[in-house]
């Protein structure tokens, strides 16, 4: 039964695929959809565009920085300094004087015992009031330069005898693939 069933189809089908076929007649005239051929390619010519491109350029160089670093601990020895011109101020002058002598003395001493202790740690190697160090430094720039950049292909072919040209996305190769369709043009 199911053999039979699929047999009957079969038969079916033969008897409509002619008539398919045949659906596209107009008039017992076949329609043209045009056909498919094959040209010999003489020449392919890129189309070149120039175009400027914006390139950037990153330049770096090295540069040198100096700092002036705090100076070392001199809190004992200003404040020794700063007692002893005290005491020696304090030998001068009277009354409101001596006040002021006392505390220039000890303003004075207290700087000098100060620059003292930094001479000597600098002599000693403890301390470098100034301090170097390298820093990258960099800056972009830009170039322009041209390159060129391909638009298509011109492409010369030849076709019965006849020399054709187009334009192309890519470059066909030896032979250039045309659809040939015929049409029908009514002279009055």
Same mark, same amino acid.
């Given at each position: 039964?199911?053999?039979?069933? +699929?047999?009957?189809?079969?038969?079916?089908?033969?008897?409509?695929?002619?008539?398919?076929?045949?659906?596209?007649?107009?008039?017992?005239?076949?329609?043209?959809?045009?056909?498919?051929? !094959?040209?010999?390619? +003489?020449?392919?010519?890129?189309? +070149?565009?120039?175009?400027? $491109?914006?390139?950037?350029?990153?330049?770096?160089?090295?540069?040198?920085?100096?700092?002036? %670093?705090?100076?070392?601990? %001199?809190?004992?020895?200003? !404040?020794?300094?700063? +007692?002893?011109?005290?005491?020696?101020?304090?030998? !001068?002058?009277?009354?409101?004087?001596? $006040?002021?002598?006392?505390?220039?003395?000890?303003?004075?001493?207290?700087?000098? #015992?100060?620059? #003292?202790?930094?001479?000597?740690?600098?002599?000693?190697?403890?301390?470098?009031?100034?301090? %170097?160090?390298?820093?990258?430094?960099?800056?972009?720039?830009?170039?322009?330069?041209?390159?060129?950049? $391909?638009?298509?292909?011109?492409?010369?072919?030849?076709?019965?005898?006849?020399?054709?040209?187009?334009?192309?996305?890519?470059?066909?190769?030896?032979?250039?693939?045309?659809?040939?369709?015929?049409?029908?043009?009514?002279?009055?």
């Amino acid at each position: 039964m199911k053999n039979r069933n +699929i047999l009957l189809g079969l038969c079916a089908l033969a008897l409509v695929l002619p008539g398919l076929a045949a659906a596209d007649d107009y008039n017992g005239r076949r329609l043209e959809r045009g056909r498919y051929v !094959f040209a010999r390619v +003489i020449k392919v010519q890129p189309v +070149i565009r120039y175009v400027t $491109v914006k390139v950037p350029v990153q330049e770096c160089w090295d540069e040198r920085r100096t700092v002036r %670093t705090n100076p070392p601990d %001199t809190g004992g020895p200003t !404040f020794v300094g700063a +007692i002893i011109g005290g005491v020696i101020g304090n030998q !001068f002058g009277s009354g409101d004087g001596k $006040v002021a002598t006392t505390a220039l003395g000890a303003l004075i001493g207290g700087s000098m #015992a100060q620059k #003292a202790a930094v001479k000597r740690a600098e002599r000693e190697g403890y301390y470098d009031s100034r301090r %170097t160090y390298v820093v990258q430094r960099c800056r972009t720039s830009y170039d322009y330069r041209e390159e060129e950049r $391909v638009d298509g292909y011109e492409v010369t072919y030849k076709y019965k005898g006849d020399t054709y040209m187009t334009r192309m996305p890519e470059d066909p190769g030896r032979r250039i693939r045309l659809r040939v369709t015929i049409t029908p043009v009514a002279d009055y």
